[in-house]
């Protein structure tokens, strides 16, 4: 836990306040493959969640530093286009991606790329963890300013006519935009949230939201439910699951206990967990990313599967797993984006998603397993 907070505190910056992915570039998802991106940029979803991992360890002074970089984002975007899904780390949005010919590569994995082009995409999600955080944060932190609310409602109005459009997604796909259910889930997020802080600040509110909001719950029950595999699926007509929905209840969206989210999981685990370590999603059978090469399992994933079987009341299993994904970590305790066949660390490198995985998980796990109800389980407190 101190040393995952220590990554994030060290990949925040003390000028801006934003938060970077990784430090590095390039470092390949595969061994001589084409994933070898540039992560040395402030992602919106991914600093929102670190925001989570500042606020639940008491680091508001570093949630408020990054709330501050997101206000003045607000106000240059404001009126000109909808929200960036990344950032430099002092708030630019051209983010061109180039290839270095002159350098080899890892391994001799090439193409060497600065920039990255996914900046210019389309991730409808960024609006829910944003929001969320902002959320914990006037919840926990300090109350947001009315400025701010002001600017945040512009983009929450512009979502909710626009939820339903096809996106990216969390996983950047270079092979087309799909309606991916967690773009949808977070939008249903983004929009939760917005009504709650309005409602806790009495702000005023745009009722349209509330309608918005359920239509998406709605939405999700009906259009991403398959009956013959008992699973939320990727996208309308899937043939797949995705790791990503492991957030479901880690959103509060659906209750960790439901028959519908436990049947997801135990799919999850049928099509995706390797040992207990978890893919993000098939490449093979999934929305193609428009890249042939194989990947490795992702860790932030694999800390989310860890907290839902917590959550799910399999503290045993969550608990073995946990202990048994620390002991993928290098000497110093870091992580990387993924781990290979061998457990080789793929990707680059730190990386925060999976140091916030990490504490979340441990978080909840070591609460669950202090909860007096669960005191008859006294082989779990050893």
């Given at each position: 836990m101190n040393r995952s907070a220590l990554v994030l505190k060290l990949l925040t910056s003390y000028k801006y306040g934003s938060i970077i992915a990784a430090p590095t570039?390039?470092?390949p998802e595969s061994i001589r493959g084409k994933r070898n991106w540039?992560?040395?940029y402030t992602w919106i979803r991914d600093a929102s969640f670190t925001v989570y991992a500042f606020i639940r360890l008491g680091y508001t002074k570093e949630a408020g530093a990054?709330?501050?970089w997101i206000e003045k984002l607000c106000q240059n975007v404001k009126g000109k286009n909808r929200l960036g899904i990344m950032y430099s780390i002092d708030g630019k949005r051209q983010?061109?991606?180039t290839i270095l010919e002159n350098l080899e590569g890892y391994q001799q994995s090439a193409p060497i790329r600065i920039g990255?082009?996914?900046y210019s995409q389309l991730q409808l999600d960024i609006y829910g963890e944003l929001m969320d955080s902002v959320y914990l944060y006037n919840k926990y932190g300090d109350p947001i300013s009315y400025d701010f609310w002001r600017n945040l409602e512009e983009h929450i109005n512009w979502l909710s006519q626009n939820w339903n459009q096809p996106d990216e997604g969390i996983w950047e796909v270079r092979g087309g935009q799909k309606s991916f259910l967690y773009s949808r889930l977070l939008c249903w997020v983004a929009l939760d949230r917005a009504i709650k802080i309005a409602e806790t600040r009495s702000f005023p509110l745009n009722e349209n939201w509330r309608k918005e909001r359920d239509t998406i719950f709605n939405s999700?029950?009906?259009d991403f439910w398959n009956p013959e595999k008992a699973a939320f699926m990727q996208y309308p007509g899937s043939a797949t699951v995705d790791a990503s929905s492991l957030l479901m209840p880690l959103i509060r969206f659906i209750s960790p206990k439901d028959p519908k989210w436990l049947s997801t999981l135990k799919r999850i685990e049928q099509e995706l967990v390797s040992d207990s370590l978890v893919y993000r999603y098939n490449p093979e059978?999934?929305?193609?990313?428009g890249l042939i090469s194989r990947e490795g399992t992702f860790s932030m994933c694999?800390?989310?599967?860890?907290e839902c079987l917590s959550r799910a009341g399999e503290l045993e299993k969550a608990r073995f797993y946990f202990e048994k994904m620390l002991g993928y970590a290098n000497h110093l305790g870091l992580y990387s984006e993924q781990l290979g066949f061998q457990g080789e660390h793929l990707g680059n490198f730190p990386q925060a998603f999976t140091h916030m995985g990490l504490i979340s998980a441990a978080y909840n796990l070591d609460r669950q397993l202090n909860n007096s109800r669960n005191k008859d389980n006294r082989r779990y407190s050893g």
């Open positions: 570039f390039s470092l540039d992560y040395r990054f709330m501050n983010l061109k991606e990255n082009n996914a999700i029950f009906t059978s999934a929305a193609p990313d694999t800390f989310w599967y860890v």
